[in-house]
């Protein structure tokens, strides 16, 4: 009797204690540990937002990059042309000064033959003086405004000179360099009204390009077309053939 009272009582206490160990909640560091794995993937998400924003701002910077990359590419390409231009202008101003410092010999020479090209000096002192004036404005001083002015009274003093090609030429440039392409252009066409005159090419050219600029591309293919068939060995020539083939021809 008093053995089965034993037993009754050793299982109610085992009962007990397993009742208690179900009954007991989840660990601390159980929830802890949950907790902590939540938060670490919420910093998870937001690093990722935070690096594909970063992402994308950057592709947006390469992007204006490269817009303005190519800005500037067509910058330099037309700075490129212009100084080459600039340097072509002043080989010819110093082929001009050059030529001008033996005037006085070849003036003795032909003071009284008739000028028959472009390139004929005349006897008269003033007008070979007031040339040469005009053109050390450019070379010497600088001072293209002044030049302007002194081509324009050399032409209105002596209409017939021999120099009038070069000095419509030398205007042409002067403009064409203030990007005043309506007046260039107005001088070049007098130029190239001289079959025999060394600058016709080279003024041929810039109508081109002034056509060019104007949004004209039938004119300007048509004058960089007769530059090559005109003066098919001249730099001139090559300079047409490269505009043509930008514009597709």
Do not use: C
């Not at 107005?186 to 050219?205: G, H, I, P, T």
């Not at 949004?215 to 053939?241: G, L």
């Amino acid at each position: 009797m008093n053995s089965n009272k034993m037993r009754v009582a050793a299982l109610a206490l085992l009962v007990g204690a397993a009742t208690q160990v179900v009954a007991a909640p989840a660990p601390v560091t159980e929830l802890n540990s949950s907790s902590a794995q939540g938060s670490s993937l919420e910093r998870l998400e937001r690093m990722l937002e935070a690096r594909n924003q970063v992402q994308i701002d950057m592709q947006r910077q390469l992007e204006q990059l490269a817009s303005e990359m190519d800005e500037l590419r067509g910058v330099v390409e037309r700075n490129s042309y212009d100084l080459s231009q600039m340097l072509e202008r002043q080989r010819e101003l110093y082929r001009e000064v050059d030529a001008l410092s033996r005037q006085p010999q070849k003036a003795t020479d032909t003071a009284d033959a008739k000028p028959k090209s472009t390139e004929t000096y005349t006897g008269n002192v003033s007008e070979n003086a007031d040339y040469e004036k005009a053109v050390n404005l450019i070379l010497k001083e600088k001072d293209y405004d002044g030049a302007v002015k002194a081509f324009e009274g050399f032409l209105a003093s002596y209409p017939e000179s021999a120099y009038k090609p070069n000095a419509h030429y030398w205007l042409g440039q002067l403009y064409f360099t203030k990007n005043q392409l309506k007046q260039a252009g107005e001088q070049f066409k007098a130029v190239a009204s001289y079959s025999d005159s060394n600058k016709r090419a080279d003024a041929m050219l810039k109508l081109g390009v002034i056509a060019e600029r104007s949004k004209d591309v039938a004119e300007a293919k048509k004058m960089y077309q007769e530059v090559v068939k005109s003066y098919p060995d001249s730099t001139s020539s090559r300079q047409a053939q490269a505009n043509l083939k930008k514009l597709g021809n």
